[in-house]
Every structure is written in structure tokens, then in C-alpha cells.
């Protein structure tokens, strides 16, 4: 930054020599050219305004007789942007370079004029800034030099600067020094102005750091670092991104832990759904089956209230609890009578039955009734929802060999169209099932 102030000033040493014209023109006192300059930029007439002011630059008047609110850095001003029009105004690329170089010649004899206690440094580093970037197609490196003067008043005060037009010049800065591979300068101003950052500034902070690491593990070493002071919101939005990273990386035992901490820094639905994937993950339903039933009171809709109603019906499934199971899954139909995963399910637990009562033993032919019963769930999941049908028709598929035959519907003199009820009368193991068959 002191090899910038010390260029502007070394460049404002010539200004006196650029603008050498001490007196109005025509004799005129300071207080009469003053108002034909003023009518001429009021006029839009550049050529009348430049030749009665010109003269404000060598003079520097401070003071103006008949006029309290003469201001000689707001002449400046006025002169800067008589060049600047006059530079629009001109057809030849090298005039119009020509006008917009007296206009930046005027800046730094602003800077050579003012000290900072009389007028904003911090607003003129900016303008001059901006004047580079506005015509940087007509000024050699201009938007280089509009980004260091855009260093200048980010050092200057941090917070002003990342504030200006809702952190438009932040990002500008910041995404130049990630594209140019300054990652420590780009770090260092991420963490200067990320606490106070507008919304839209703190998307591009996101972006932007995603893209300085070269890995997810020197990512994980930077959010790590960041994680020790960090409290409240932070610390759980960085715990997330850990958490995340860890299991990309493949460090479970990690990522568990993270879970663990995030649930209990706040256990809300997305929480407690990371420490309910770690049990399932584990094997460890019953466990798991605890929070899911506290992920129930906490769904934030109904889509995902039904569908963990059907998880919970599936982990007391696995746990071999098939009355509970069924009890949830009948829960979840009720939800939703157009959702075909329900019933799939239901047919699933009616499977589990046969296979839990033929354990250690052949399947029978009242067994193979209940068969019949997971058909009639596979064929409403269809009707429900026809984008099941390839999954219900292959589970058919897979189970036509198991049921009854014709041989044992003679035996048990069962006709097609009569009803069946699995209960106990089928075996007492499927007692709690309840349910009418028809025989196919």
C-alpha cells in the first residue's frame, strides 16, 4: 500500500506543471470567473467551464469572496468530470484517452492538495478507483489499477469498504485475488470481512473459498482451525461441513462424532437425522430406532413425516419386531393412500412372517397361503403407483414359485374366488396378522 501512496504522490509532484495557470483569464477577479465557470458546467459547455477554471488548480483558492460555501476540493471535483464528459463526448480513441488522463491528473493533484483531515481519503481512493474501472477500454491496466485502489480503501477501513454497494467491490477484489492465485491475501480478506459481509457477498465467500482448496483435506484442516473459536450458528454450520467432508473423505469414526456434537449443540430434524444414519449405518437399529421416533415429532412436512413413519416400520422390521412393523407401515398408508412404498413395505413384513414361522422347519401348505397376502400388498402398490410396477411385478415374479399349488388347494378343497383368513388358523404364529386372502 505504500508503494501506491507513494506512486500518487509522485505523480501529483507534476500536477502544478500540467495545469499552469495561476490567473482567470481576461483579468477577471477569482469571484468572476468562479461564476462563468459555474454557469459553464451548468451549461454543459466543457470548453468555456475548462478555460475560466483551470485556473482553481494552480491558485488553489480555499476561500472565495462573496461565495461561504465555495469548496475548492468539490471544484476538483467539477473539473474531473468536465474531463470525463469531454472524454465521451470524443470520437478519437486518443482524445478521449487525452481528456480522461487530464481528469486522472486532477485526482492526484487532489490527493497533493488535501491532507485527510480535510477531505475523505477514503471516498477519493475510491473514486479514482472506480474511474479506472469505469474506463478501463481507453486506459492502459485500468481495471489492475482500479483493483489497487480498491486495496487502498479496503485497508483503510475494512467494514466501510466491504459495505459499499451491498460488498459489489469486495467481491470484485476478492475474486481477483482467488482467480490470481493469491490464496493468502484471498483468506486473509475473507476472514476480514465475513462477519459483517451483506448477504449476497457471503455466497461468493462460500464459492470463493471452495475453490482455494486444492482438496477436501486442506479443506478439513482450514474449517478445523476455524471451529476453535467459533460458537453458536457458526459452530454448527461448520460442524455440518465437517461432517460432510469427513464422510467424503472416508473418516467415519469422524464424521459419527461430528453428528454427535451437532445434535447436541441442536437437535433439530437435520441433526437428529445425521446421528440416526450413523446407527443405521452401524447396524445398530435399536439405537437408531430411538431417534427416529424422535425425528417423527420433529418433521418439518408431511412428505417427510410419512416417510419416517415408513423408516421407523422398516427398523423394527430388521429388529424382528413384525407387529410394530405393520403397525407403522398401516400408519403410513393412512398418511398417504396413493403412496406405493407403503405397501411394498407391508408386503415386505408379511414375507418376514412366513420366513420367521418356517424357521428350522419346510414351508407347509397353510404357509403358502399367506404368499397370497404379499401379492395382494405388491398389486395395490401397482394400482397406487405405477412407477412401483417394474418392482412389484419382479417381487411377484419371485414369489409365484412359493405359492399354493393346485395340488395343495385340492388337498385343502379351496376354490378360486373363496376367502381365507390368516390367523391362527393358518398356525399360531401367524395369529397376529388377521387379515382375508383370496384364493387365486
Request: charged share 30%; hydrophobic share 35%; aromatic share 12%.
Amino acid at each position: 500500500m505504500k508503494r501506491l501512496i507513494i506512486f500518487i504522490c509522485f505523480l501529483g509532484g507534476f500536477s502544478s506543471l500540467i495545469f499552469a495557470q495561476s490567473a482567470p483569464p481576461y483579468d477577471m477577479s477569482h469571484r468572476e470567473a468562479y461564476a462563468v465557470f459555474s454557469d459553464a458546467v451548468r451549461n454543459g459547455d466543457h470548453e468555456m467551464a475548462l478555460k475560466f477554471g483551470k485556473w482553481m488548480l494552480e491558485a488553489k483558492p480555499r476561500e472565495l469572496e462573496g461565495h461561504q460555501s465555495f469548496s475548492l476540493d468539490r471544484q476538483f471535483d467539477r473539473l474531473i468530470r468536465v474531463y470525463t464528459e469531454m472524454a465521451e463526448d470524443a470520437r478519437d480513441p486518443s482524445e478521449k484517452t487525452a481528456h480522461l488522463q487530464k481528469a486522472l491528473d486532477i485526482f492526484d493533484l487532489t490527493f497533493e492538495t488535501f491532507t485527510k483531515d480535510e477531505i475523505d481519503y477514503f471516498q477519493w481512493n475510491y473514486r479514482k478507483g472506480r474511474f479506472y474501472q469505469d474506463h478501463r477500454r481507453n486506459l492502459n491496466d485500468g481495471m489492475q489499477k482500479a483493483l489497487e485502489y480498491y486495496e487502498i480503501i479496503f485497508e483503510m477501513d475494512p467494514e466501510r469498504f466491504t459495505k459499499m454497494a451491498d460488498g459489489y467491490f469486495a467481491q470484485i477484489l476478492m475474486t481477483n485475488y482467488a482467480s490470481n492465485g493469491q490464496k493468502d491475501k484471498a483468506f486473509a480478506m475473507i476472514e476480514e470481512v465475513e462477519d459483517y459481509a451483506p448477504e449476497l457477498l457471503r455466497i461468493v465467500i462460500h464459492e470463493t473459498r471452495e475453490k482455494l482448496f486444492d482438496s477436501p483435506e486442506e479443506r478439513i484442516v482450514f474449517l478445523e482451525s476455524q471451529l476453535k473459536d467459533a460458537e453458536g450458528g457458526e459452530e454448527e454450520a461448520l460442524l455440518i461441513q465437517l461432517s460432510e467432508l469427513y464422510e467424503e473423505t472416508g473418516q467415519r469414526e469422524k464424521s459419527a462424532e461430528t453428528a454427535e456434537k451437532l445434535y447436541d449443540l441442536n437437535p433439530d430434524y437435520e441433526n437428529t437425522r445425521k446421528v440416526t444414519d450413523i446407527y443405521l449405518s452401524r447396524g445398530d437399529y435399536r439405537t437408531a430406532l430411538g431417534f427416529l421416533q424422535e425425528m417423527l415429532s420433529k418433521t418439518p412436512s408431511e412428505k417427510e413425516q410419512k416417510e419416517t413413519t415408513l423408516e421407523i416400520a422398516e427398523t423394527y422390521q430388521l429388529l424382528g419386531n413384525l407387529r410394530s412393523a405393520r403397525e407403522y407401515a398401516r400408519l403410513a398408508i393412512q398418511m398417504d393412500r396413493d403412496w406405493g412404498d407403503s405397501y411394498i413395505r407391508m408386503a415386505a413384513i408379511y414375507a418376514s412372517a412366513i420366513n420367521y414361522c418356517t424357521e428350522g422347519r419346510t414351508l407347509g401348505r397353510d404357509d403358502r397361503t399367506v404368499y397370497w397376502l404379499v401379492l395382494d400388498y405388491l398389486e395395490k402398490a401397482k394400482e397406487s403407483d405405477p412407477s412401483l410396477q417394474s418392482v412389484a411385478n419382479r417381487r411377484i415374479q419371485s414369489f409365484t414359485p412359493v405359492l399354493p399349488s393346485s395340488e395343495d388347494k385340492f388337498f385343502r378343497g379351496w376354490e378360486d374366488g373363496d376367502n381365507l383368513q390368516i390367523d391362527s388358523s393358518v398356525g399360531e404364529c401367524y395369529a397376529w396378522i388377521d387379515e382375508t386372502v383370496t384364493v387365486r
